[in-house]
């Protein structure tokens, strides 16, 4: 006969398969099949209430359930891009909904991974727990008197998995992978994501966020990316009382970093926090390729510095590390060519960056998208939040139909990597929006791209450069071994005595010389207007001594 433990872990899998199983059917029924027999318009009809109907049964299944399923409502929260605002808005609240574990619990788990009574451990835990979230719950603490003296740290943040965690995120990623099975049969999704490939993306990083030590290592290589920078803080990890289900971390709590009350009462401006956020969230995609994947606002604080004399006033403090991303170095050089074309307004440029990263297959005809993207930048380009608020619903619903046509209509598809990136994106967006509703993530964007392009252009720079200097080092050579050639003849070294060769030799002295001048006038030219877009004095002297070498390729042409 089956424990209780092993019948609840049945019961919970049963659960969610069949919520997911209706939930297909119904979806089956309205989207696919309906239109198929000629009632697209009743489907249409009441689509926006079983949105909301659906989103409101999950919401009352994650909070029941607990474990990942709140994680799958908090990323479905967060997928303001492509999930109606009936979904988003109703789960949105799963941030802060999670109800907290017993201390009896706590303490019990904590002193079996410490190996100590939590009153040897430290000198003082509060029983009410400052954070309950879906895997773990956060306590505030004192260091003991030994402990506090050799890390230079008395307040401190002990985090704590919830109790039997580890089998209820096995029960949940084994029927997330099954309804990913059912999804990967379905062509509309199939064509669009590997469902199963995303499940185990979702799956791996689970894992890892339920391994403390794990996540304090993350903190660490975040807070090293991060030493330089004045806008960032992160809190130091005390390793002596970190275990993998126990996280010791320094008491950094603040400012809310959505909290503009308390922002403005401590004389901060919630406007001047969004664009520094978007910027640092920008540098751990596009510079870093490591970042943080839930930077939700009850993971950011704003930081006040009392008598910074740098002039910079607060700090974003981040905290928790466990969920974290990293983007291969291909696909950041791709990102970096997406975001330099969507601030340019390229249409076409964008349509390439979103090829080159996967988001289309090699097989997809553009042409139409393309179009489309034009349209969309002519129309709602650097437009704010504010802005797009004021535009007729109408006209947004006209064209979302056509473009919706044009998307369907192609082969996209969801690379595994971007899952987290997506997420971290969505959120971002979500947090500068609250700080500042007439946010424009446009006047954030352009001048990063801005610096990104120069960046890009320093390479180019550099590379013409290099690859100038390693051929006029290779000419610079062949004339010397010319002459030591000719002169080895000469002496006899070498028995060979012909004017015709002689006449070869010299000939390919004058077109190496040749050569050597054309390569030079060229890479002075490029690089001359390349650096002119910036800056337009010494742009203009590289381009000014091109003509240095293109005179000597000149009169050394007619000397031939």
Known sequence: MASPDAAGTRARYRRILRFAGWQLTVAWWFELFLPRIGLARLAARGRSERMRRFAQRFHALAVELGGLMIKVGQFMSSRLDVLPPEITAELEGLQDEVPPVPFAAIRALAEAELGVPLERAFAAVDETPVAAASLGQAHRARLAPAEAAETGLEAVVVKVQRP?????????????????????????????????????????????????????????????????????????????????????LQDVTAIKVTDATALRAAGIDPAEVAPVFAAVMFDQLFSNGYFHADPHPGNIFVTPIEGDAAGHPWRLTFIDFGMMGEVPSGLRGGLRTLLIAAAARDGKGLVNAMLDVGVLLPSADTSELERAMTHLFARFGGMGFAELREVDPREFRAFAAQFGDVVRSLPFQLPEDFLLIVRAMSLTSGVCSALDPGFNLWDS?????????????????????????????????????????????????????????????????????????????????????????????????LMAASVVPLLYTLAGGRRG
């Open 164 to 248: 039997g965690i580890d089998a209820i995120v096995d029960v949940d990623l084994a029927a997330l992978r099954k309804v990913g099975g059912w999804l990967s049969r379905v062509r509309l999704v199939a064509d669009r994501v590997d469902m199963p490939a995303l499940v185990e993306e979702f799956a791996q990083t689970s894992l890892q966020e339920i391994d403390y030590l794990h996540e304090g290592a993350n903190a660490e290589r975040f807070a090293a990316d991060f030493a330089a920078d004045e806008r960032v803080a992160v809190p130091e990890v005390v390793w002596e009382r970190t275990t993998r289900r126990v996280l010791t």
């Open 445 to 541: 964007v352009e001048p990063y791209a801005a610096q990104l392009l120069r960046e890009e252009r320093g390479d180019l720079l550099q590379d013409v450069g290099k690859q100038a200097l390693e051929i006029a080092g290779i000419a610079w050579r062949l004339p010397k071994r010319v002459d030591e050639l000719v002169t080895r003849v000469q002496d006899g070294d070498i028995a060979v005595s012909s004017p015709r060769l002689e006449r070869r030799i010299a000939r390919l002295e004058r077109g190496t010389r040749r050569l050597i001048g054309a390569v030079l006038f060229g890479a002075l030219l490029i690089a001359g207007a390349i650096v002119r877009a910036e800056d337009v004095v010494f742009g203009t002297v």
